[in-house]
């Protein structure tokens, strides 16, 4: 899933963040992150992989006091 961050100064850090809930991620620009869910996820998992990253999105934005990335499309 693709990830645009509204402050690019943060991208680092929110980066840091996903790896450490066990998501791979890669820069594709200043203000975007391509984000896989943690491998430990199966698809028939009862919440699914988008879910599972806009819940750590959303508990990224609330310790760092800014708006929640928004997911965008592949």
């Keep these: ?4 961050l509204e402050h690019a100064h943060l991208r680092d ?8 809930c066990g998501c791979v991620v890669a820069t594709v620009s200043h203000t975007e992150l391509d984000v896989d869910a943690p491998a430990a996820m199966t698809p028939d998992a009862v919440r699914g992989p988008e879910v599972e990253i806009a ?3 959303r508990a990224w934005a609330e310790l760092n006091d800014v708006r929640t990335p928004r997911l965008l499309p592949r």
Aim: net charge neutral.
């Design 1 to 4: 899933m693709l990830i645009e």
């Design 55 to 57: 819940a750590y999105l």
């Design 13 to 20: 850090d929110l980066a840091a963040f996903l790896r450490r």
